[in-house]
């Protein structure tokens, strides 16, 4: 029996951020055995497809033109926390600590991935930020995460007194997506003035 198509199937779902080759090949298994699982899979795809995108303003997920968080009057404009991914910003808005809006860079630095600076929303970044915005660098705890925090805050200085990172109660190598409440919480309320 040819397995070509099934590799290519595990192949294609492994591209995708998070999914290793072994859960693709889970997931694939899974989904042909259970046939009531591939309505729900189905029905994901679709609402996403249908009714997610990202906010023109900071790239958050939204269902309408511009997300929640910046529609909010509520929250602080002025308060500018920048993350490389949805899942980052969706982690810190799940804790409840966190009254600014977000921007979200889609990615860190990576020259060995091709990742350059250019490839990252930094423009659209500079574009909300004012003399009296204080921004938040809640990047990743690894290498591309403080290389991509030092060459924000070295363009910002220009535009803003105020840069801060989230307290290093997050190791080094830590990824903010596997990391609990509680540290979470300590990282936010003790940010301290960026330093190089």
Avoid: W
């Avoid at 929640?68 to 808005?93: L, P």
């Amino acid at each position: 029996m040819k397995d070509s198509k099934i590799e290519e199937l595990i192949y294609n779902l492994s591209l995708n951020k998070g999914f290793s080759k072994k859960n693709s090949e889970r997931i694939i298994f899974d989904l042909i055995t259970s046939k009531d699982r591939i309505v729900k899979f189905k029905d994901i795809i679709n609402y996403i497809e249908e009714s997610l995108s990202e906010c023109p303003i900071c790239f958050y997920y939204t269902e309408n033109q511009i997300c929640e968080i910046c529609q909010n009057s509520q929250r602080d404009k002025n308060q500018i926390c920048v993350v490389s991914s949805i899942s980052d910003a969706h982690t810190i808005e799940k804790s409840n600590l966190f009254k600014g809006v977000y921007h979200v860079l889609k990615g860190e630095i990576n020259l060995n991935k091709n990742k350059t600076p250019d490839k990252l929303t930094i423009n659209e970044l500079l574009s909300r930020v004012n003399e009296n915005s204080e921004v938040i660098l809640a990047l990743n705890s690894t290498f591309e995460g403080e290389v991509t925090a030092n060459f924000i805050a070295g363009i910002l200085r220009k535009k803003t007194k105020k840069i801060t990172r989230i307290a290093k109660g997050i190791p080094f190598g830590g990824m903010l997506d596997y990391i609990d409440d509680t540290t979470l919480k300590i990282a936010i309320k003790n940010r301290e003035k960026y330093e190089d």
